[in-house]
């Protein structure tokens, strides 16, 4: 069993800057692919970025992409979503997700086997 805990959530006013870190329990963490999702309201769930087990590949929603840094530290078990620019619609809960063993990084959600708890964020205009 994986526990995935994230921090680092709170209100900011737009064009404000968040750290996201997420903690993973597993001792295998450097073999998984991470990922970063959100919902909003009323909304579904959806991608923001991913990263590969070796950090050599990031993917990102278009909606974020220059704004939203992905990164990981293997020797911590920890992935960190940096964001800059903020906006008001990107308030959401946002959740880190460990796809276990994968060989690459994926954007759908389905292929994310342990889900964290998740981070409140909330944008302010």
């Known amino acids: 069993q994986v526990q995935l805990v994230e921090s680092g959530g709170g209100l900011v006013q737009a064009g404000g800057s968040l750290r996201l870190s997420c903690a993973a329990s597993?001792?295998?963490?450097?073999?998984?692919?991470m990922g970063w999702f959100r919902q909003a309201p009323g909304k579904e769930r959806e991608f923001v970025a991913g990263?590969?087990?070796?950090?050599?590949?990031?993917t990102y929603a278009d909606s974020v992409k220059g704004r939203f840094t992905i990164s990981r530290d293997n020797a911590k078990n920890t992935v960190f979503l940096q964001m800059n620019s903020l906006k008001p619609e990107d308030t959401a809960v946002y959740y880190c997700?460990?796809?276990?063993?994968?060989?690459?990084?994926?954007?759908?959600?389905?292929?994310?086997?342990?889900w964290g708890q998740g981070t409140q964020v909330t944008v302010s205009s």
């Open positions: 597993e001792r295998t963490f450097r073999s998984d692919a």
């Open positions: 997700a460990a796809d276990v063993n994968a060989w690459d990084v994926t954007r759908s959600s389905r292929a994310y086997d342990y």
């Open positions: 990263i590969s087990w070796s950090g050599g590949r990031t």
